[in-house]
């Protein structure tokens, strides 16, 4: 079972992991919880949109780009809130390999 994944340095515990190929391309969808506190950080980690992805349980380590992501709660700067997170993640074409 995936626990968690790294998004460029930053660990985040997952609640949920999906993993499938597309177009021989990996597509991971991930559920994970999101405090109040934590929300500044992960905002703006989010905002990059594309990341080196490692999921350490599974030995995967690709670059990729968000496809979707969504959130029970679009406020988080009231204290002791927690957010339920869902992002999917696509590994991005190699444009060398064409």
Do not use: W
Request: cysteine-free.
């Amino acid at each position: 079972m995936v626990n968690k994944i790294i998004l460029d340095d930053t660990t985040i515990y997952v609640e949920h992991y999906e993993e499938e190929y597309l177009n021989g391309l990996i597509k991971i969808t991930v559920d994970f919880k999101v405090t109040s506190e934590d929300y500044h950080d992960i905002a703006v980690l989010l905002y990059r949109e594309t990341f080196d992805i490692k999921v350490p349980e599974r030995g995967l380590a690709f670059r990729g780009n968000i496809q979707q992501y969504s959130t029970s709660l679009t406020n988080l700067y009231k204290k002791d809130q927690v957010a339920d997170y869902k992002v999917t993640l696509l590994e991005k074409v190699n444009a060398e390999s064409r």
